[in-house]
DNA sequence: ACCGTTGTAACTATTATAGTTACTACTCGG
DNA sequence: CCGAGTAGTAACTATAATAGTTACAACGGT
């Protein structure tokens, strides 16, 4: 069973170190250790969160901290940031069905707005929930 | 980026296809060659299908049919029969975080939530299709 | 009894992921 | 100005699931 890459929850579990730790103490070994993970996995997906201008990671000296608030930061911005799915991608589609079959011709064009919707109704929810919905539950 | 099994498009085509044609027909051959792919597959895909009681499949002499009218059968069914993804296991979850922090603690409760209502609300939408919405649009 | 079919097992190639090692470049404090 | 600690990144490995393939046994009707 192929499932959405732990990438996400790292990004969600990283961001919310950063959210409520001092920015200085926030190096990427830190939160492996408290990720449990090597800190090159850290390095690569601040990476990707940075590219997303979720944050932003002082060079040399090391730290990171947020670059909007915690109440401006969905679940969607942070699965869209570690690009564990694209747009209108989460359902594979089967290759070249058969064109000379009426079934063979149609359904990728039917199924495929179907999904796409269920795709969506899935990121809607993500959107729903902040940084600071979570947060706030670790105090 | 790791998407959801073609097994599921795959086994909608399928069923699409059994609701239009004569029963006899349905041999795994013919199925294969409109989905474009190896026998065996669907073959494969046939066996979740049958375990699932969506359809039947006459041994030796070959066909299937279904064991539900299409209005019956959502995307939902054929989602769950073909395994894609099981209960709350659509996202991945890093494993082991760290107990001695606050939020290596408390952050896979905290965020499990969300996904599986995120998960929940996808899966609600396939609910809301079923194969004869699909089917009238091969006419 | 034969032919076409289903049901499976076994193997391969492909792909993405997660983790690891190693090295370079950067910043600051001494 | 140098060294300690850090970030950035390339390269490699192990793992896992998938999709396709070959092969073969079992079945059923003509």
């Keep these: 069973m192929k499932q ?16 409520v730790s001092s920015s200085e103490d926030c190096t990427g070994d830190y939160i492996a250790e408290s990720v449990n993970t090597n800190p090159v996995v850290i390095r690569r997906i601040m990476g990707l969160l940075k590219k997303a201008g979720l944050v932003e990671v002082r060079p ?25 799915i694209e747009d209108n991608q989460l359902f594979r589609f089967h290759e070249d069905p058969n064109e000379g079959c009426p079934v ?13 919707e269920a795709q969506s109704a ?13 947060t706030v539950k670790f105090k």
């Excluded at 899935?122 to 979570?134: D, F, G, I, N, Y």
């Design 122 to 134: 899935m990121e809607h929810r993500l959107a729903q929930t902040t940084l600071s919905q979570l």
């Design 60 to 84: 040399g000296v090391g730290g990171a901290s947020l670059l909007k608030t915690p109440e401006d930061i969905t679940l969607l911005d942070i699965y869209r940031a570690v690009h564990v």
């Design 4 to 19: 959405i890459s732990s990438r996400f929850s790292i990004a969600v579990h990283t961001l919310c170190l950063i959210a």
């Design 104 to 116: 063979g011709r149609n359904i990728e064009s039917v199924l495929q707005s179907e999904l796409s």
